[in-house]
């Protein structure tokens, strides 16, 4: 049977909760390969709007002023509606069970190879409280147009421009951006370390202060992959190999303090990391059953395998993991060589039996969305 991954995001609709689609593995001899790295780029470039390159391997030549130029329109700058967002609206922020499947594409050998076989199943493991001792890791809050709400992870990411005070979060694009033909989502808010003491566990109720003991930082700006913008939908393809934002915040209860200072951390991303080298952790708040959404887990996932749908991107990474939809965005880890924990992905795709998760490789493209919104 072919593994059936959806996005791992949470949401009360489909816009929020993307579709699942059936997917396999082709082994890089396989005749059928190259013709569907071919189709694929062929869709891609019938997708190459608005601004954007001929190819997407022209994007990797962008200088800040071709991103400039691209973000002037498509680039968040929506603010959030004070008391949008309390305790009880947090917890209805709640998901649908994924689509049924839509359809089989089929992933192609990619820079990383391509992954024949799932890792085994890791299950996720619940984050020993206080959260506030781990503060980098947190939700988001959404609002889609019709109103209704969603949730997923994200990270407090360093600031390459702003040393110490970094304003950044880290998560996954189909979290905050419909993909294609949509637009970004209302109402963004990060909550670091959500939860932290469990007062809104086991389906008590808290208060605003025990759910977000950090604050509540309104996102004023954000940027996600040119390619998830132009080819994002509902089901998992080549588009996920993409699938990440990241959000410059605030918080208006106390001006002149940054994300950093306040939670005390942030974690650096490493871009371009020896993916054969690496031991990864995935963090997030899965939201579907048996988990609630209001506790922090973790999966130790060990070394990834690459899955990739499009042979000219980088492959994306594997780990088995049960976390389920609302982990999405949620950070994952590795040790440098100085010893320091940095973020190496993000959750993006998953099973729909909750046995494995894929993020997206970070490289060229996504350092230079992080450093174009360090610098605005």
Not at 196 to 206: E, L, P
Not at 349 to 364: A, F, M, R, V
Request: net charge neutral.
């Amino acid at each position: 049977m072919p593994a059936i991954r959806h996005t791992a995001g949470v949401a009360l609709s489909a816009a929020l909760l993307l579709a699942v689609s059936a997917c396999t593995s082709v082994h890089p001899d396989d005749p059928g390969a190259s013709a569907s790295a071919s189709a694929s780029a062929s869709a891609s470039r019938a997708h190459l709007l608005d601004g954007l390159p001929k190819s997407w391997d022209e994007l990797k030549k962008w200088k800040l002023t071709d991103w400039d130029k691209w973000a002037k329109q498509h680039v968040l700058q929506n603010p959030v509606v004070k008391d949008r967002w309390n305790p009880d609206r947090m917890k209805e922020a709640t998901p649908q069970e994924p689509a049924p499947p839509t359809g089989t594409p089929t992933p192609t050998a990619g820079a990383g190879g391509t992954v024949t076989t799932d890792p085994a199943p890791v299950k996720a493991v619940p984050v020993t409280r206080p959260y506030t001792a781990y503060p980098a890791s947190g939700k988001i809050f959404t609002s889609a147009p019709d109103g209704k709400t969603g949730q997923c992870s994200a990270t407090v990411i360093a600031d390459p421009a702003h040393p110490g005070k970094s304003n950044l979060v880290w998560t996954a694009g189909h979290c905050v951006h419909q993909g294609k033909g949509g637009s970004w989502y209302k109402n963004i808010i990060f909550v670091p370390a959500y939860n932290s003491s469990g007062a809104a566990s086991a389906g008590k109720h808290a208060t605003l202060e025990q759910v977000a003991p950090l604050g509540e930082w309104w996102a004023d700006k954000a940027i996600t992959s040119p390619q998830w913008t132009a080819e994002g939908d509902h089901g998992s393809g080549a588009a996920n190999q993409y699938d990440f934002a990241v959000l410059r915040v605030h918080n208006p209860d106390s001006p002149g303090k940054s994300l950093e200072e306040t939670v005390g951390t942030s974690v650096p991303v490493w871009f371009d990391a020896p993916r054969d080298q690496l031991t990864v952790s995935a963090w997030g708040y899965p939201a579907v059953a048996p988990f609630d959404g209001q506790e922090l887990d973790r999966c130790d996932g060990g070394r990834p395998v690459p899955l990739s749908f499009d042979a000219s991107r980088p492959a994306m990474m594997t780990i088995g993991c049960t976390m389920t939809a609302g982990a999405s965005g949620g950070g994952w880890f590795a040790r440098m060589r100085d010893g320091r924990q940095a973020l190496v992905s993000n959750t993006s795709i998953g099973t729909l039996d909750h046995t494995t998760l894929s993020g997206p490789y970070l490289e060229t493209v996504a350092k230079q969305a992080l450093d174009y919104l360090s610098k605005q």
